[in-house]
């Protein structure tokens, strides 16, 4: 639970005139404002030094009997960094704030003489119904700084734009704030904003009104902040809701619990089911991405070549990447006891110029494969198991990187690849770190995830890339295919690295086991 503030506000105004009282405005942004949004699960700063929260704009939103105002708060930070949040606010009299969740109290109020609490509209049924309203009936809202405008798209039912309709807060534990409408629709606030357009808005719109790949949460709807001569800035998404079991990453952890017992029992044994999954898994990233192959699409979508910009761009990613890692790992290798991981982090640092010499290659390689946009953020987590199939989510794109490099295009190998270290990291994590396998052979371990590994990696790729058929524009021959998967496996396994050596330095093995195994096919490729 938020903790109310003690610095209350009050006005004499109306609340549906609040914006002209400045010294409210003042009082909130610098009593109210940092306490609260600190307290916040979707705040991204808290652990940075903060020199100014403000309202840079105050988008007017009617509700019924009153309005709401879209926030949008600048933060300033000590290194001159501005990040944009926004904040929806509603005022409720004191007599109706039971219906309100304690989380979505912000400040006891005094509004035009009547006591009550300025709240996160997210928790007001009224701003709930009004944001439903404007999406169903595409309605825009203009305002003093151009508009706020509201698309409805093909999963928004007929049967649902003027129906009755229930509507709540969903509490999340993440970077988003959420609402959902009679179990039907699921409208996502974008709590962090970019003077761009949100990447999964633009991916989930455009699966659903230009193909027919059924397996995501169809595009129900967006909000978006137009103002002239500038970039619209995306608020919200609505989405049809999917029922799921879990995601695929709990789900393949089940299965590999039943692998880990037999394998103490000395068997080594996967049940077909678990290639019949992992082969309909990669048939469905397949068909994504045919459904994102539109050589004739506007801009945004249209096929792209492996043009200089791009190779130079890869490369000095991986460069850099693999440079700090190298020191890093330099650094921490003497603190290393676990003989595996010691083994594995010497063959890293042995074939330091064997790695960029073949990172070099991306420069200069003829590469006729195209490029186009992908989900960019791809793994087990990603997908949600139904009844009997997957449904691909979260298409934002990698959380590290700016919404310009998010919509580059990429091979969608760099899915592939994703997906395949997913694997990598389920396997690892079930055999190397569980009690069951404490007391055995370190190695012997290793080699039964490895098996497990390359079948259930043979399995996917196989599924995939028959699903494409042969040949395909996307891939022009077995020898790209494999260049570029090494490549973006590469890429993935040594950015995993850093996160491990700086918070799991016990899990520093799977990302290794991971550039060992790249580097081996490397190896194979110059004999």
Known sequence: MNEITSA?????????????????????????LPSYMNSCRWFAGKARIQQYFKIASALEIPIKDSIALLCIVEVGYDNLEIERYLLPVSFIEASQSKAIAPVGIISLAYINEKRGFVIDALYDERFQQALFYQISHAESIYQQEGKVDFVRGKGLSGEDINAPITSKALTLSSSNSAMVFGEKYFLKLY???????????????FLTEHSDFAFIPAFAGSITWQQEGESEITLGMMQRMVDNQADTWEMTGNQLSAFVSAFVDKTFAIKEDVF????????????????????????MFATQKFDDTYRQFIHKRLCDLLDRRYNLLIEKYTSITDPVTRKLAWDFMEAKELIDEFADQILTKDLDSLRIRIHGDYHLGQVLATANDYIIIDFEGEPESSITDRKIMHSPLKDVAGMIRSYHYAISAKMLNTQETADMDAFRVQTAADRWYRLIMQTYLEKYLETFGHPHPLFKNNNEINFLLLIYLLEKAVYELGYEISYRPDWVKIPLKGIVNVIREIEKMKM
């Open 276 to 299: 019949n999954q992992v082969e309909l898994l990669a048939q469905r990233t397949a068909e994504m991405h045919l459904a994102l192959y539109a050589p004739d699409a506007e801009q």
């Open 191 to 205: 709590r962090k904003l970019f003077k761009e357009t949100n990447p999964e808005v633009e991916m989930i719109e």
């Open 8 to 32: 209350n506000l009050s006005s004499l105004k109306a609340w549906e005139d609040i914006k002209n009282d400045k010294a409210l405005f003042s009082k909130f942004e610098t009593e109210i």
